[in-house]
């Protein structure tokens, strides 16, 4: 064995996985776990724990692994997260645990999402849950969502002894892990189902179809349904749009239109009466991981895919993983390229894009170089659909009617950053409803904080 490389992770085929809505990673089996945790150098001052936004053990996880002692690998891991079968599978661990392992100096990092995501599967598999807490203290707490913030300030408060409640708006928990990342990815059943069970068997109570600011107030909940305190975990659910000429025409949707009909509401499997346009060539307009979901879903509904993006693949945001995985199965990318009108035929469907080629300058506050557009640069793309993936910011609905609690200009919930308390008393707030559309662990980190901070403020009070 080389210790300087990885195990090699088995996949589907690129040219049979196009095809289905299986899951693209077969991951690790118990064989190439053990080995490939014996590459860990077991470091005593371990940066890979400080790169993880809800703090894991890696290395005593992957000792364990090692001794094929599963079972409290799993325990390790379950003491910190919420969600391992999750984060094993959709952490961008390159530029977080993985990008600052000691291994990867002078060779390649040891696979932490891989081990993580086998022993989470592993764990599952044999029936395994994680520990509940042993004397409840009978304090009551709301969470607005439950999607990755919720379900791990949802779950690490469970364990803390207090009675916990989860408000969802859609039917399903889960969030963005049920509506925006594809089955390919991310199996609902096997997974996501499973892990949000698992944070019921801490005693959390899910309640779905509960609109917040609709069907009740936060207001209400402090003052008429005695919660002591209240976490907003309620996403970035408010797609954004470019304001181009041809944007309302039919055959332009957001990505997270699209992604929500196609994995929440099933609309790739035929006995599913949900529609969604399947067309023949699709362009997506975005680099991000929510575009190359858009773009490799549209592709295995059949149609001729072209990712747009206007800077280069350098600067794509995108997990490496997936725009590789994106090229193997055949989508083509057309960089450094940007939309300035979306055609329209005569009876308002999209025929095409008006695209101008873009060139890098200097430089801009977030340390990537702006593109600037190339004059008489114009050129058109046939296409009969085209995927807005620009990013989404959270619905005013929440702030809108909650009295005191403070938003910046993007309509984000302001908060200290160390505790996750807002402008509110009793109210805390986290993920992407804080921060924008961002990732999921960064979300459950959040989570992790403001869970810590309503136990602290809980405490306090009483």
Same mark, same amino acid.
């Given at each position: 064995?080389?210790? #300087?490389?990885?195990?090699?992770?088995?996949?589907?085929?690129?040219?049979?996985?196009?095809?289905?809505?299986?899951?693209?990673?077969?991951?690790?089996?118990?064989?190439?776990?053990?080995?490939?945790?014996?590459?860990?150098?077991?470091?005593?001052?371990?940066?890979?724990?400080?790169?993880?936004?809800?703090?894991?053990?890696?290395?005593?996880?992957?000792?364990?692994?090692?001794? *094929?002692?599963?079972?409290?690998?799993?325990?390790?891991?379950?003491?910190?997260?919420?969600?391992?079968?999750?984060?094993?599978?959709?952490?961008?661990?390159?530029?977080?645990?993985?990008?600052?392992?000691?291994?990867?100096?002078? $060779?390649?990092?040891?696979?932490?999402?891989?081990?993580?995501?086998?022993?989470?599967?592993?764990?599952?598999?044999?029936?395994?849950?994680?520990? *509940?807490?042993?004397?409840?203290?009978?304090?009551?707490?709301?969470?607005?969502?439950?999607?990755?913030?919720? #379900?791990?300030?949802?779950?690490?408060?469970?364990?803390?002894?207090?009675?916990?409640?989860?408000?969802?708006?859609?039917?399903?928990?889960?969030?963005?892990?049920?509506?925006?990342?594809?089955?390919?990815?991310?199996?609902? /059943?096997?997974?996501?189902?499973?892990?949000?069970?698992?944070?019921?068997?801490?005693?959390?109570?899910?309640?779905? @179809?509960?609109?917040?600011?609709?069907?009740?107030?936060?207001?209400?909940?402090?003052?008429?349904?005695?919660?002591?305190?209240?976490?907003?975990?309620?996403?970035?659910g408010l797609p954004k749009f470019m304001g181009i000429k041809g944007e309302q025409a039919n055959g332009v949707c957001s990505a997270n239109e699209y992604l929500t009909r196609n994995n929440l509401m099933k609309a790739y499997e035929e006995k599913y009466e949900t529609p969604i346009l399947k067309r023949k060539k699709v362009v997506v307009v975005g680099g991000g991981n929510v575009a190359m979901d858009a773009a490799r879903t549209a592709l295995r509904l059949g149609a001729e895919v072209h990712v747009v993006y206007r800077r280069s693949e350098e600067?794509?945001?995108?997990?490496? /993983?997936?725009?590789?995985?994106?090229?193997?199965?055949?989508?083509?990318?057309?960089?450094?390229?940007?939309?300035?009108?979306?055609?329209?035929?005569?009876? $308002?469907?999209?025929?095409?894009?008006?695209?101008?080629?873009?060139?890098?300058?200097?430089?801009?506050?977030?340390?990537?170089?702006?593109?600037?557009?190339?004059?008489?640069?114009?050129?058109?793309?046939?296409?009969?659909?085209?995927?807005?993936?620009?990013?989404?910011?959270?619905?005013?609905?929440?702030?809108?009617?909650?009295?005191?609690?403070?938003? @910046?200009?993007? =309509?984000?919930?302001?908060?200290?950053?160390?505790?996750?308390?807002?402008? *509110?008393?009793?109210?805390?707030?986290?993920?992407?409803?804080?921060?924008?559309?961002?990732?999921?662990?960064?979300?459950?980190?959040?989570?992790?904080?403001?869970?810590?901070?309503?136990?602290?403020?809980?405490?306090?009070? =009483?």
């Amino acid at each position: 064995m080389d210790v #300087l490389k990885k195990v090699p992770v088995r996949e589907q085929e690129a040219s049979i996985r196009k095809n289905n809505f299986d899951e693209v990673c077969f991951g690790y089996n118990e064989e190439e776990a053990v080995l490939e945790s014996s590459r860990c150098i077991n470091c005593k001052n371990a940066k890979c724990i400080e790169g993880c936004p809800v703090s894991i053990n890696i290395p005593a996880f992957i000792a364990k692994v090692k001794e *094929k002692d599963f079972e409290n690998a799993y325990k390790i891991i379950s003491e910190s997260s919420a969600l391992p079968a999750v984060c094993g599978r959709v952490c961008p661990q390159e530029s977080q645990c993985e990008g600052v392992c000691i291994r990867g100096i002078k $060779g390649e990092a040891v696979s932490i999402g891989k081990l993580e995501r086998f022993v989470a599967d592993w764990a599952r598999n044999k029936g395994i849950k994680p520990e *509940k807490a042993k004397v409840q203290n009978n304090h009551k707490v709301a969470i607005i969502g439950a999607g990755p913030a919720g #379900l791990t300030c949802a779950g690490d408060l469970a364990k803390a002894g207090f009675k916990v409640t989860i408000f969802e708006a859609l039917h399903k928990a889960g969030g963005v892990l049920s509506y925006g990342i594809p089955e390919f990815r991310l199996p609902k /059943e096997k997974v996501v189902d499973e892990e949000i069970e698992n944070v019921k068997h801490l005693g959390v109570d899910i309640k779905t @179809n509960v609109v917040i600011g609709k069907s009740i107030t936060i207001d209400k909940l402090l003052n008429e349904e005695a919660y002591e305190a209240i976490f907003i975990g309620s996403g970035a659910g408010l797609p954004k749009f470019m304001g181009i000429k041809g944007e309302q025409a039919n055959g332009v949707c957001s990505a997270n239109e699209y992604l929500t009909r196609n994995n929440l509401m099933k609309a790739y499997e035929e006995k599913y009466e949900t529609p969604i346009l399947k067309r023949k060539k699709v362009v997506v307009v975005g680099g991000g991981n929510v575009a190359m979901d858009a773009a490799r879903t549209a592709l295995r509904l059949g149609a001729e895919v072209h990712v747009v993006y206007r800077r280069s693949e350098e600067e794509l945001p995108a997990r490496k /993983e997936e725009v590789h995985h994106a090229k193997e199965e055949g989508i083509i990318f057309d960089l450094l390229q940007n939309p300035t009108e979306i055609l329209v035929d005569d009876n $308002g469907w999209v025929r095409g894009i008006r695209i101008i080629k873009m060139e890098l300058g200097d430089e801009d506050s977030s340390g990537r170089r702006c593109p600037i557009e190339i004059k008489g640069s114009e050129y058109e793309i046939s296409c009969d659909m085209v995927i807005m993936s620009l990013g989404t910011s959270p619905n005013p609905l929440i702030s809108s009617t909650t009295k005191g609690l403070e938003i @910046n200009k993007k =309509n984000c919930i302001i908060i200290s950053e160390d505790t996750g308390k807002t402008s *509110k008393e009793g109210v805390y707030a986290g993920g992407d409803a804080v921060t924008g559309a961002a990732t999921v662990i960064l979300a459950m980190g959040a989570g992790k904080v403001a869970a810590k901070g309503i136990d602290e403020y809980i405490k306090n009070k =009483n």
